[in-house]
């Protein structure tokens, strides 16, 4: 990963600001003739995008993504593909504040400090519409992932929102779509709604935990000691906006277990081996076991608020801040989409690694 | 990030197996000029050593580490470094069962599913052992660092093992090397010591938390939106062994709080921008504020344990492991100074980043 | 270097097809606050540009290049910049033989045979009209360069096309931009009009010698042992269509020369080193010497002719292949601005490294 | 390629100086379960290593590899290989000259300038030394190769060496390895070794031009447009110490060339697509055709000789430069085994590359 670049093999590299004319990613090192268009991407682009219910922000933008480049006749030719997002809806008005004054919990005073200038309108670079391109990029890594591995399931869901947390009791894999909160479970949603419009209406806003599972992955994805199938996902969650944590199955919890708790026990099934358990979250010395991937990660409240917060301007002066405009009181739903097309990227980008290197798409080392 | 290597300007990559003849590190981009020699590294690996009390593995190995290239009377020549600490306690016994036989929470069986062979003597490349190559490499970073940035301190610590805690309340930075815990209060160890003691005889093992903080780090360093410095912590923290989860500042915790919680108001103080609080661990955006920054990461139980677990051998068959041999109880304690390491790689290699596109090793924005 | 993208700091990753709605550069880790607009970089594209006069290619293309992110306010932000080129004048037509047809000398056999399909439309992915994508950034890089070493110089011109060679004793550097053939003898060009026109009517075309030199390169620029400066020199000009033969100032001939001959003598000048001669093309053991940096490559004669040559196709049945269209009788004259921009982002890839590993943009080492 | 480490899938990091305890490479991205041994290793190293005959330098090493991680029990595990060769042969003597005189024509200036110090015994990391870690490293991808693509074949030869050249018309490439210039034309070896005793004995040296051919290499290696395989190839053989060009196929004498000639013909064969010439040297468009890959590169003649140059000091005062020590009088001999070294690694590097992106190891798309 460097800069505006992440992927191995499969490579993303997404450009755009928030209010300029157009936003998108480059995707490189796609496998050939695979069948992608514009309207399969727009279906995930559709799970992210803004205006769509009062629980986001009212920015209307139609997301409608345009391939430049890399896809003829319907498939992918091998050559770069050029993922085109045009901005529509960024509102014309006075700048002025935001341009001198930096936003509490905010990118704009370290962009400042870093460049000496910075595009301020709606963030620019900083702001949650850079993920648009990431999803467009996770459409045709699903795309493909599909095509190697006919199976293969990716989806991501809220597992907290401030106080609201799910009931693992209730887990329902296939509830997932049929709320606005990518919640397992929907007899909870109401709930977590009037928890989010009661914050919202006090001008506040909140943080969550997205998790994001992968089934049908095959054992061998991953390498070590730093092209760990871990360490990718790692970087890959928490390079999303306001993300402050990552977890691999048990995460930051197995500091609490004992040996004897936390290593999954194997069994000889049928097709290969099975688990008792999955407290590894399907990963073990950075490589795919073939159990689900599971991973979570953290989402901080947006800094972006009603409510006045203390700061400083460019000549540093005090003011408060009151940051108006059209903003998530959670920016962990519209997050959801994020990590699954991360998950896509990154799973893909492994199993090319691992043909590279191995020649196969699943285990090498058979058993049994 | 790429199998072996990590950094992008400041790459090490590491190589070698528990029970081989050496192992190492090569590191390149090192700036020149940078007084280095084999003592200052030692001092480093010797804290991360084996054998040094009755809290960690038995092995004893003098980790004496060679420099073999990149450096000329004392100073680094700006060309590639070699590391080289040779093995002299790998014990010559009858790894027989531990060929054929997946222990449950280890590596094995993915090495092997990946690579279709592994070698399997004391864990080879997936033993923590790896972890020396990355302490004697982040020995490297911090000598570049105390010259390009003086008085920056990095320093790690637990704060959590199994049951056990650090009391926030008596924290001590000067406290933190006194104690074979790494502990930042003194009072607290005779206890951790006595819990771990316990499990230990009782033939298990348990999980750690570790944090990890930097002090007097420049504003600046980091990049949108891959080449992000806490995308680049979590990668370098969740590649250590064992490592299940990391956090930033706050953490995961940050998805229960509100934004009015959240966001670190900003204050002008003498020297520049001073901040309420650190929820955001020091990182806004991917680039430094100024303020500590502030890693955790938890580290799993080791799975190589004295009680029996299920299991399955090569064949398929059923079998019971128990794993004989001189673990450490919670390889939490030994963690520590590898996220240092870690910590100093990333840090030296963002300042060089920042250095090459932007000439500066601070803040470029002026504020105030 | 790997597939669409060049560079270690500053990246260039190209994308688009002859025949496509558009094509681009995503440029990645440019310096901030550098002045940059969509007239600077047009002035290099219309060195480019085909249809300008009956020498080359009577394609007609304004080659109206968009800059779609990364610089506000006429400023670069230090994000990454997304360069965009229209394609205008793609004509309708039958492309029904094309598709099934390889050319000989031409990419449409080998992008069949590496990816199973190809956008044969214009040669696609394989067509020159990439390079306008180069000539772009080439004019990012050289509005950076500007800034960071005032006075630096970078120009192309052709040495040789066919029988025609440049004479090195009429050689003056500021007639270069007064002919079509970017010659430096304003006498010899209407020369060199008469033999390419002759050829173009007998359906033919010729190949060419294009030398690009570089004057105000400080010394210390490339790196051992393979970020050398020549290394990613050869490279940079290997990796434009049609190009066979890299040099480095005396290049192939340097193997017919004694040790004697071919050492520069080092004399003291009133500023620092000076040579008795330039052998060495401004660079030894990777990097710059202070002096002219001299690259010369070779460019094949355009394989797209109207003569008749014998092929296959993809059935695998003989043919004979024709190309009619609107292609250049002479490559090399349009390579002459794709080559300044090669070696434009090339130096100042290198400039950006240097200064990241030492914090100086020249020479460290005194000498003096 | 950057800085010590080429390569994208397959990557080779070297280090070590000439006169340092040691020199070696790491090998990071091979495939597992490939046999290797040190002495397969050996073989090749034997064929560049010094003092063998009169034609070369008289330090005696013996070059004897060691491989410390990534094999066990006599296979590649898939992890990173260390490869290490100890340097015996430095002679304790007096450096105090070379330690502040620029011999001219040698990289001693330029590492002064770049890092303000540098490792003067011996050239340190400038010296040829340093190829002999890519040679071990080329051997174990010549091994993987041989078991991808049973009967490639890669041979280097000397095709000139100062006023001598080989005679085309009686090229014998079984006769390769039976004299000690590599000359593919055992008659008129004799010839060349009395031309360069002459010149040893005239305290002289000279340049040389080392072709390399690779035969039995798929159709479908390598990318556009970046990534291409004679991009790579450029960049490998430009790496070299000495080397000043680079050539593919026609190379530099395309330029003079009419499109009727250059053309290589196609016509369908028994076992797929023939041609009637190679002027391609095996690549379009940047992929491999199955021809024979043919590559080129000119070395030129050692800096270091007994005659007298004029130089400068450090202290910029004018001095007389005679290179005393162990020097070859013609390099082009011990790069002819680098050189088959880096088209091995190049070749494998593409191979798995081309294996990620499209599951295969040779041609995707079907003729005939």
């Excluded at 809806?89 to 400090?113: C, E, K, L, M, W």
């Excluded at 006919?150 to 887990?171: T, Y």
């Excluded at 109401?190 to 049908?216: F, M, T």
């Amino acid at each position: 990963m460097s800069l505006n670049t992440f992927g191995h093999l499969f490579r993303v590299t997404t450009w755009g600001e928030s209010h300029g004319p157009a936003l998108g990613a480059t995707v490189d090192g796609c496998p050939p003739g695979v069948a992608v268009d514009e309207a399969m991407l727009q279906h995930w682009l559709d799970k992210r995008r803004p205006g769509q219910n009062k629980n986001m922000t009212q920015r209307n933008e139609p997301d409608a993504v345009q391939i430049l480049s890399g896809v003829f006749e319907g498939k992918t030719t091998g050559t770069s593909i050029q993922l085109m997002i045009e901005n529509t809806d960024q509102r014309s008005r006075d700048y002025g504040d935001i341009a001198n004054t930096f936003r509490p919990g905010h990118a704009d005073i370290t962009y400042h400090q870093k460049y000496g200038l910075r595009d301020y309108r709606g963030g620019g670079r900083s702001s949650a519409r850079e993920t648009a391109s990431r999803v467009a990029a996770g459409g045709i890594a699903r795309a493909v992932l599909d095509q190697l591995v006919p199976g293969v399931q990716i989806k991501g869901f809220m597992v907290r929102m401030g106080a609201m947390a799910l009931d693992r009791a209730a887990f329902d894999w296939d509830a997932i779509d049929g709320n606005d909160f990518w919640l397992p479970d929907s007899a909870a949603a109401p709930e977590w709604e009037a928890y989010l419009q009661k914050l919202r209406k006090n001008h506040n806003s909140v943080g969550a935990i997205v998790e994001v599972v992968a089934r049908g992955v095959p054992a061998g994805l991953g390498a070590p000691i730093y092209g760990k199938l871990d360490t990718d996902l790692a970087a890959a969650m928490m390079s999303i906006n306001a993300v402050k944590g990552v977890e691999i199955g048990e995460g930051m919890a197995a500091a609490e277990l004992m040996g004897t708790d936390n290593a999954d026990e194997i069994y000889m099934g049928e097709n290969g081996p099975e688990y008792s358990s999955n407290h590894a979250g399907g990963i073990l010395g950075g490589i795919s076991t073939g159990q689900e991937i599971v991973v979570r990660f953290a989402v901080k409240p947006t800094s972006s608020i009603l409510s006045p917060r203390a700061s400083i301007r460019m000549d540093g002066a005090a003011t408060e801040v009151v940051t108006k405009g059209r903003h998530d009181p959670c920016v962990g739903i519209r997050a959801v989409p994020v990590g699954e097309a991360m998950m896509a990227c990154v799973l893909l980008d492994h199993l090319l690694l691992h043909r590279g290197q191995t020649g196969s798409i699943g285990p090498v080392g058979k058993i049994g």
